[in-house]
Protein backbone atom coordinates (compact mmCIF):
# COMPACT_ATOMS: atom_id res chain seq x y z
CA UNK A 1 0.00 0.00 0.00
CA UNK A 2 1.49 3.34 -0.64
CA UNK A 3 1.30 6.54 1.32
CA UNK A 4 -0.96 9.22 0.45
CA UNK A 5 1.90 11.96 1.11
CA UNK A 6 3.95 9.49 -1.75
CA UNK A 7 1.54 10.62 -4.29
CA UNK A 8 0.27 13.60 -3.08
CA UNK A 9 2.31 16.90 -2.58
CA UNK A 10 1.92 17.95 1.23
CA UNK A 11 0.34 21.46 0.72
CA UNK A 12 0.89 23.85 3.62
CA UNK A 13 -2.52 25.20 5.33
CA UNK A 14 -3.38 27.74 7.71
CA UNK A 15 -2.22 25.61 10.49
CA UNK A 16 1.50 25.00 9.04
CA UNK A 17 1.92 28.56 8.46
CA UNK A 18 0.76 29.81 11.79
CA UNK A 19 3.29 27.53 13.00
CA UNK A 20 5.68 28.18 11.06
CA UNK A 21 5.80 32.17 11.45
CA UNK A 22 5.87 31.33 15.12
CA UNK A 23 9.06 29.50 14.89
CA UNK A 24 10.46 32.13 12.43
CA UNK A 25 9.62 34.51 15.16
CA UNK A 26 11.45 32.67 17.97
CA UNK A 27 12.66 28.74 17.02
CA UNK A 28 12.87 28.70 20.96
CA UNK A 29 9.25 28.92 21.54
CA UNK A 30 8.00 25.38 23.17
CA UNK A 31 5.27 24.35 21.67
CA UNK A 32 2.78 24.67 24.82
CA UNK A 33 3.99 28.85 23.31
CA UNK A 34 3.12 28.24 19.76
CA UNK A 35 -0.08 26.76 21.01
CA UNK A 36 -1.04 29.74 23.17
CA UNK A 37 -0.15 32.12 20.55
CA UNK A 38 -1.98 30.55 17.38
CA UNK A 39 -5.13 29.13 19.29
CA UNK A 40 -3.80 26.06 17.88
CA UNK A 41 -3.70 22.59 20.22
CA UNK A 42 -0.25 21.19 21.60
CA UNK A 43 -0.37 18.21 20.19
CA UNK A 44 -1.38 19.70 16.75
CA UNK A 45 1.45 21.88 16.94
CA UNK A 46 3.86 19.00 17.79
CA UNK A 47 1.97 16.53 15.23
CA UNK A 48 2.53 19.49 12.23
CA UNK A 49 6.04 20.27 13.52
CA UNK A 50 7.26 16.67 13.69
CA UNK A 51 5.74 16.24 9.81
CA UNK A 52 7.58 19.51 8.40
CA UNK A 53 10.68 18.00 9.70
CA UNK A 54 9.84 14.58 8.81
CA UNK A 55 9.24 15.91 5.34
CA UNK A 56 12.56 17.42 4.82
CA UNK A 57 10.72 21.27 4.90
CA UNK A 58 12.12 22.39 8.46
CA UNK A 59 15.80 21.13 7.77
CA UNK A 60 17.31 22.54 11.69
CA UNK A 61 16.40 25.51 14.01
CA UNK A 62 19.14 27.68 13.92
CA UNK A 63 20.28 30.40 16.47
CA UNK A 64 20.06 34.46 15.45
CA UNK A 65 23.01 36.05 16.57
CA UNK A 66 22.91 40.09 17.20
CA UNK A 67 26.72 40.88 16.46
CA UNK A 68 26.06 44.19 17.23
CA UNK A 69 26.26 43.50 20.56
CA UNK A 70 29.73 42.03 20.47
CA UNK A 71 31.95 44.29 23.04
CA UNK A 72 34.77 44.49 20.90
CA UNK A 73 38.02 46.37 20.83
CA UNK A 74 38.43 49.37 18.26
CA UNK A 75 41.32 47.82 16.58
CA UNK A 76 39.40 44.42 16.30
CA UNK A 77 38.56 43.22 12.33
CA UNK A 78 35.46 42.90 11.71
CA UNK A 79 34.81 39.69 10.34
CA UNK A 80 31.69 38.21 11.53
CA UNK A 81 29.06 36.90 9.74
CA UNK A 82 25.24 35.84 10.65
CA UNK A 83 23.32 33.62 9.05
CA UNK A 84 20.35 36.55 8.02
CA UNK A 85 23.18 38.28 6.07
CA UNK A 86 22.51 41.15 8.41
CA UNK A 87 26.80 41.00 8.60
CA UNK A 88 28.77 39.32 5.59
CA UNK A 89 32.23 38.99 4.38
CA UNK A 90 31.59 36.71 1.83
CA UNK A 91 32.18 38.85 -1.47
CA UNK A 92 30.33 38.89 -4.29
CA UNK A 93 33.21 36.09 -6.18
CA UNK A 94 33.01 33.89 -3.59
CA UNK A 95 29.35 33.74 -3.75
CA UNK A 96 28.85 32.85 -7.37
CA UNK A 97 31.66 30.07 -6.77
CA UNK A 98 29.23 28.59 -4.38
CA UNK A 99 26.32 26.87 -4.40
CA UNK A 100 24.23 29.33 -2.46
CA UNK A 101 21.51 26.45 -1.10
CA UNK A 102 24.18 24.94 1.05
CA UNK A 103 27.53 25.93 0.78
CA UNK A 104 26.74 29.69 1.68
CA UNK A 105 25.01 28.31 5.16
CA UNK A 106 28.30 26.26 5.95
CA UNK A 107 30.65 28.99 5.09
CA UNK A 108 28.54 31.29 7.52
CA UNK A 109 28.09 28.85 10.04
CA UNK A 110 31.45 28.33 9.81
CA UNK A 111 32.72 31.82 10.73
CA UNK A 112 29.96 32.44 13.79
CA UNK A 113 31.76 29.26 15.09
CA UNK A 114 35.37 30.80 14.73
CA UNK A 115 34.03 34.14 15.89
CA UNK A 116 32.25 33.05 18.94
CA UNK A 117 34.81 32.05 21.55
CA UNK A 118 35.56 32.40 25.25
CA UNK A 119 35.79 35.77 26.86
CA UNK A 120 33.62 37.03 24.33
CA UNK A 121 31.66 40.26 26.13
CA UNK A 122 27.83 40.87 25.16
CA UNK A 123 26.70 44.44 25.92
CA UNK A 124 23.88 44.44 27.82
CA UNK A 125 20.88 46.64 28.25
CA UNK A 126 18.52 47.29 31.20
CA UNK A 127 15.20 46.07 30.50
CA UNK A 128 13.79 49.26 32.26
CA UNK A 129 15.43 52.30 32.26
CA UNK A 130 17.19 51.06 28.82
CA UNK A 131 20.87 51.97 30.23
CA UNK A 132 23.76 50.16 29.94
CA UNK A 133 24.51 47.29 32.55
CA UNK A 134 28.24 47.69 33.00
CA UNK A 135 28.42 45.51 35.83
CA UNK A 136 27.09 42.34 36.89
CA UNK A 137 23.18 42.28 36.03
CA UNK A 138 20.50 41.96 38.43
CA UNK A 139 18.13 39.35 37.37
CA UNK A 140 14.37 38.76 37.87
CA UNK A 141 13.42 35.44 37.25
CA UNK A 142 9.57 34.22 36.87
CA UNK A 143 8.13 31.01 34.95
CA UNK A 144 10.73 30.76 31.86
CA UNK A 145 11.25 34.28 31.99
CA UNK A 146 14.41 36.43 32.80
CA UNK A 147 14.87 40.21 32.69
CA UNK A 148 18.20 42.14 33.53
CA UNK A 149 18.48 44.92 35.28
CA UNK A 150 21.81 47.46 36.00
CA UNK A 151 20.50 48.16 39.56
CA UNK A 152 18.43 47.28 42.34
CA UNK A 153 16.20 50.08 41.61
CA UNK A 154 15.62 49.49 37.97
CA UNK A 155 14.68 45.66 39.10
CA UNK A 156 11.94 47.04 41.78
CA UNK A 157 10.66 49.72 39.49
CA UNK A 158 10.22 47.11 36.90
CA UNK A 159 8.84 44.68 39.18
CA UNK A 160 6.10 47.37 40.54
CA UNK A 161 5.37 48.51 37.01
CA UNK A 162 4.41 44.74 35.63
CA UNK A 163 3.38 43.04 38.89
CA UNK A 164 -0.24 42.13 37.63
CA UNK A 165 1.52 40.98 34.64
CA UNK A 166 4.09 39.08 36.20
CA UNK A 167 1.41 37.40 38.49
CA UNK A 168 -0.36 36.49 35.05
CA UNK A 169 2.67 34.76 33.70
CA UNK A 170 3.19 32.66 37.21
CA UNK A 171 -0.09 31.75 37.28
CA UNK A 172 -0.64 30.31 33.59
CA UNK A 173 2.98 28.45 34.27
CA UNK A 174 1.39 26.56 37.31
CA UNK A 175 2.70 29.10 39.78
CA UNK A 176 6.62 28.18 39.42
CA UNK A 177 8.97 31.08 40.21
CA UNK A 178 12.00 30.56 39.05
Known amino acids: MIDEYSILPLHLDKIDIAIIKSLVQDGRK????????TKITTPTVKARFERLVNVGFIKRVTPVFDFNLIDKDEDEEDNLVQIQGIKNDVTKKEEKEID??????????????KS?????TIKMVCDYCKGP???????LKFAD????FCCNSCKSGYNEKYRGRIESIKRKHGGKDI
Do not use: Y
Request: charged share 35%; no cysteine.
Open 145 to 148: IERF
Open 30 to 37: SFRQISRE
Open 133 to 139: ISDKPKV
Open 100 to 113: INNDILKIETDKIK
Open 116 to 120: ITSGL
